[in-house]
């Protein structure tokens, strides 16, 4: 591929379940650790929400300047704003005088959920004999909300606060398609790359399921009842997995020009070689051909064969009916290939997922070494995958991710 189209990372930031920066979280994965643990309070709740995967020991104030931004950011802000933070630190972009115009911001994200107690007040002066009267809202609700509460939960807020923070003035976007968003969010930015509109991108991705409002707006439906074993919950492709475990965390990347990374002497640490995009329709049949085409395209660009992949860094929900889909996709188009289901180790972590996870494969390539799939014990024959249960050598340079969304997006990464 010509050098001036080629699209390298040159920086990588993990805010995570199971770790804090890269060191951490490839320590994690490769020895096995979960993060998913029972949740304060509800040690004794019959509900599925008795689980969760959250991040541990982060505080904002070690990575938001200037403080007082810390105001308007929300959790799941401030682990995207710090991510970016540790992915710029490491690529030495910001030192490098590199041109602001020709650097840009696109992070996949959601609309993010205030805590209950946060509008309990405006709720119960809204309630009228027991009941809720919504026309009370207007009333009461701007005396008692906190002036700038609706810019901590802004979904476009991660970039606004990343680019004023890395003075990058090129395009800024935000994705907002569920899991796939992340990964959705690294093509668009790699495109910006290709097309020459920038030079640098910061991509990333952010979330959190684990407020009570997002939990319980979202519905239990996609959660493991695994409650008592809270680290042996998520069971990728093995044929007693029940559902996932709603967690939270941000992954970003610093990706450029190879030529432009090349002149400022940058730290490269993998490339990103094609990308495949799609839609399935949801709720219809054909899941598996769709996925099935999407990595046949992505390997085609990519110019590679399926005997060239280290492993496939599967979606791998931990649902029944889309890991049967999915792992007879990946047989159809790639056989025999190792794979590797990281949500073993922290969940669904929304629009951080596919970032999180493509970091994960970015650091395997470097350290020549699958790290294992948890959990799985069972094989599902209706799952003809062959999964990476241990920490396995691989010489392979390359891997390739796959992500899709409940919503129908579906994208492929080789990278």
């Avoid at 300047?65 to 995207?80: D, W």
């Avoid at 979202?218 to 492709?237: D, N």
């Avoid at 799985?376 to 899709?404: G, H, M, R, W």
Wanted: net charge negative.
């Amino acid at each position: 591929m010509n050098s001036q189209r080629q699209v390298v990372v040159t920086g990588m930031g993990v805010v995570s379940p199971i770790g804090i920066g890269t060191d951490a979280f490839w320590d994690s994965l490769i020895n096995g650790r979960c993060g998913v643990r029972v949740r304060d309070g509800f040690s004794h709740s019959p509900w599925p929400l008795k689980i969760y995967s959250p991040v541990m020991e982060f505080d904002g104030k070690d990575w938001v300047q200037p403080r007082k931004a810390l105001k308007v950011m929300c959790s799941p802000i401030q682990f995207g704003y710090a991510a970016a933070m540790m992915a710029l630190e490491q690529s030495e972009l910001r030192e490098s005088g590199v041109d602001p115009e020709r650097v840009g911001t696109i992070f996949g994200t959601e609309t993010f959920f205030s805590d209950p107690h946060v509008v309990t007040s405006v709720f119960q002066k809204c309630m009228v004999d027991g009941c809720y009267v919504h026309d009370r809202w207007g009333a009461v609700a701007m005396g008692d909300i906190e002036p700038l509460w609706m810019l901590k939960y802004l979904p476009n807020m991660v970039t606004s606060h990343i680019s004023i923070a890395a003075d990058a003035r090129g395009p800024s976007n935000s994705i907002c398609q569920a899991e796939a968003s992340s990964i959705l969010a690294l093509i668009e930015g790699s495109d910006w790359i290709r097309r020459g509109v920038c030079d640098a991108v910061i991509v990333g991705g952010t979330g959190s399921q684990t407020s009570l409002s997002a939990m319980l707006y979202r519905g239990q439906h996609l959660l493991s009842h695994r409650t008592s074993e809270p680290e042996r919950a998520c069971r990728p492709f093995e044929i007693n997995r029940d559902g996932t475990v709603y967690g939270e965390g941000a992954g970003a990347i610093v990706i450029e020009n190879a030529e432009h990374a090349r002149q400022r002497g940058a730290p490269v640490f993998g490339s990103i070689r094609s990308w495949s995009r799609t839609f399935h329709p949801p709720d219809t049949s054909g899941l598996r051909d769709s996925i099935a085409l999407s990595l046949e395209a992505v390997l085609r660009d990519a110019e590679i064969s399926a005997t060239d992949l280290s492993h496939i860094n599967a979606h791998a929900s931990c649902q029944k009916l889309p890991d049967v889909e999915e792992a007879q996709a990946i047989r159809a188009a790639v056989g025999d290939t190792p794979v590797w289901g990281i949500k073993s180790n922290f969940g669904y972590l929304g629009p951080a997922s596919g970032i999180i996870e493509l970091i994960g494969s970015l650091i395997s390539l470097q350290q020549h070494q699958i790290p294992p799939t948890l959990n799985y014990e069972t094989p599902d024959p209706d799952c003809p995958v062959n999964i990476n249960c241990e920490s396995t050598k691989s010489d392979q340079t390359n891997a390739l991710k796959i992500s899709f969304s409940e919503n129908g997006q579906i994208a492929c990464v080789v990278i």
